[in-house]
């Protein structure tokens, strides 16, 4: 059974930083292309980023230069270091696999909530 | 990128049909998605590729897309349909992933 578990969620100040983990059980996430999406208070869902499974990433025009996206094959985990963090950030992040055909998201975490704020 | 248009809210009454569109420019060309999510719960896909449905999703779910929108479709709709649903696409140009802005059906 494909289970995402994201970590690492928190209240940050404007500015900082933090790093968000997803474990992932039931697949190898080096073998998949894996993304963040987030969803701030009361809105709707944003794309963030991807890692492909050659290793390839790109990024939401708003947090690229902040955020850095990454994966651990020993440990089979997904991260997302955020940087300068600003106010507008603050949301739910989830972790999500893309499917095999690299289209849409197939399997999502329950999400970490990330509230940046003085 | 792409900019998906979904109507904010669809209310519908139980055993009828729920149509949500998503507009884009020239969206038919290209291949949409659907997720529900519930209040609490993270999304998950209920049409894949225009019209595919996912095991486990109820065949009352449907999905089209042509021209300048994408339709999904939840015919004899049920309390627990209640939900926001999301259109969302990869757009080859950018390499990137555009979700709909989501619509919220109510079941009166």
Redesign the interface.
Known sequence: EVQLVESGGGLIQPGGSLRLSCAASGFIVSTNYM?W?RQAPGQ????VS?IKSGGGT?Y?DSVRGRFTISRDTFKNTLSLQMDSLRAEDTAVY?CARV?YS?????S????TLVTVSS | SSVLTQPPSVSVAPGKTATITCGGNNIGAKSVHWYQQKPGQAPVVVIYYDKDRPSGIPERFSGSNSGNTATLTINRVEAGDEADYYCQVWESSSDQYVFGSGTKVTVL
């Open positions: 993304s999406v709707g869902l944003e794309w991807v790109n939401a989830y499917d690299n289209s849409f998201f197939d999502w975490g329950q999400g």
